[in-house]
């Protein structure tokens, strides 16, 4: 690949991480060798179209910085990592040299196989294999190869790893097609921000969360499981209120220590409720499932994420047995524990 000009290619790519939820996307990806750049070598153009999100946008690097547009509205931004970069074909392949010349790492070529009727070859590469507290930890990509073309068809990279104390599986599968080289009139122009797109508007700042002492707006959700439950159902007892996504690195974070607190409190007039906005009823299911979470988790809860001025996540409330706010805060510390306890301790000794 890198003895060609310019090249561009398609693909198509299934991820699944944190949440049983199959992430799709589509991409276009068209890459112009640059020699005088240091950070890439390339100036490029990756378009990526979350079919199961609602994302859609184009990542684009001239030289001069990485800009997003926005094919939603039709603006754009400037972007500080290169996220897109990483995760294409050719910013992988040069990730996975770079690794090896560092600290080399076992590559295996298993048995050619053959795939849509298209004999392959077979090339694993294990990144990384550790046993942590008897726990198997590993990261390997799989590469099978056109053996006609030299070229991958298909990656797919599997991995077991350790966050927070949790342990998580990821699967990313992803299917290269449509390959070209040397395109006539590939030049820099077709990295340019296009014709009628605007800079995105600078955000207002968000609204301030919800002051002490006002009375905390109901809501009625339903829970993963099908239950219905509303706030004002829930007066004569303490609320802890999370607004979390599945995969916010804060909110994966709080799973334990709101764990222990349930455990701590559960003979108590205490209630944690877990309010998600964008995640299905499946994903919480699993996700639940997956980490023992033993809280309550309720889906569907976009307008309570706004009539909380929520803009960030995780965000905590607490709310005392007359169904007002006495406390609220914003984001994830290593202190948490100790603060949830000492907030949720005064407020189930007032009488």
């Known amino acids: 690949m890198e003895s060609h ?38 100036h490029y153009s990756i378009e990526s179209n979350y079919k199961t999100e609602t994302f859609h946008n184009i990542n ?32 992988g392949l040069k990730s996975i040299k770079d690794r090896y010349n560092h600290k080399p790492f076992k590559i295996t070529k298993l048995k050619d196989t053959v795939i849509d009727r298209v004999a392959k070859s077979h090339l694993v590469a294990n990144l990384y294999d550790t046993l942590d507290n008897n726990v198997h930890l590993y990261l390997k990509k799989e590469y099978y190869i056109d053996k006609q073309t030299g070229l991958p068809s298909l990656v797919i990279i599997k991995g077991r790893y350790k966050y927070e104390g949790l342990v998580n599986e990821y699967y990313d599968e992803t299917k290269y097609f449509d390959y070209k080289f040397d395109i006539s009139d590939i030049n820099d122009s077709n990295f340019a921000i296009p ?38 159902q829930l007066k004569g007892k303490v609320v802890m209120l999370d607004f979390y996504y599945i995969g916010c690195s804060g909110c994966m974070a709080s799973i334990i ?27 919480v299911l699993d996700f639940e499932t997956r980490y023992k979470i033993k809280y309550t ?22 709310i005392d047995k007359d169904g007002k706010v006495v406390n ?14 000492s907030i949720i301790d005064t407020l189930l000794s007032k009488k």
């Open 5 to 42: 000009n310019n090249f561009s290619y398609q693909s198509v790519e299934k991820l699944r991480d944190m949440s049983a939820d199959t992430t799709v996307i589509i991409n276009k990806e068209l890459f112009l060798k640059a020699p005088p750049d240091k950070v890439f070598g390339y």
């Open 60 to 91: 684009l690097y001239n030289g001069e910085g990485i800009t997003i547009l926005s094919l939603s509205d039709s603006t754009f931004f400037q972007e500080k990592e290169a996220l897109a970069y990483d995760k294409s074909l050719i910013g």
């Open 195 to 232: 014709k009628g797109f605007k800079p995105r508007k600078t955000q207002t700042a968000p609204l301030a969360l919800l002051n002490r002492d006002t009375t905390a707006p109901n809501w009625m959700l339903y829970d993963a499981k099908g239950n219905k439950v509303s706030l004002s």
């Open 257 to 283: 220590p709101l764990n222990t607190i349930y455990e701590k409190y559960k003979n108590k007039d205490l209630i944690i409720a877990s309010l998600t906005e964008r995640d299905s009823k499946k994903a």
């Open 297 to 318: 988790g309720y889906i569907n809860a976009a307008e309570c994420v706004k009539s909380y001025h929520v803009t960030t996540f995780p965000t905590f409330y607490f």
């Open 328 to 341: 609220a805060f914003v984001g994830y510390s290593k202190d948490f524990e100790a603060k949830v306890t």
